[in-house]
């Protein structure tokens, strides 16, 4: 069973900035294959897409509401992906998920066949 691991979660400032990690564990999957997205859910809300990255690095996808202030990027050397979150509103507070997937980059969180447990990002005001 692949099970994806993020780290670096935790309490900010809003003007602040966190950079989380992911990186499998367990059997690890090839992890270069995969093509590899943040979602985020907030209390009472659904999940939504934030970023994703395809196998490569080399092309990136935002949600309106991160452009400018998240960079997604990824180390296939260290079999590891990050979100660098800068200029954090408290609206940015939510557990933050990453997810894997074989195949082209997609929004839809369905379409995403690992996940991790999430690490919780709060932004006070």
């Known amino acids: 069973q692949v099970q994806l691991v993020e780290s670096g979660g935790g309490l900010v400032q809003a003007g602040g900035s966190l950079r989380l990690s992911c990186a499998p564990s367990g059997r690890t999957l090839t992890f270069s294959y995969y093509a590899m997205a943040w979602f985020r859910q907030a209390p009472g809300k659904e999940r939504e897409f934030v970023a994703h990255?395809?196998?490569?690095?080399?092309?990136?996808y935002y949600a309106d509401f991160v452009k400018g202030r998240f960079t997604i990027s990824r180390d296939n050397a260290k079999n590891t992906v990050y979100l660098q979150m800068n200029s954090l509103k408290p609206e940015d507070t939510a557990v933050y998920y990453c997810a894997a997937r074989s195949g082209a980059t997609m929004t839809e969180d369905r379409e995403y066949h690992y996940w991790g447990q999430g690490t919780q990002v709060t932004v006070s005001s």
């Open positions: 990255i395809n196998w490569s690095g080399r092309i990136t």
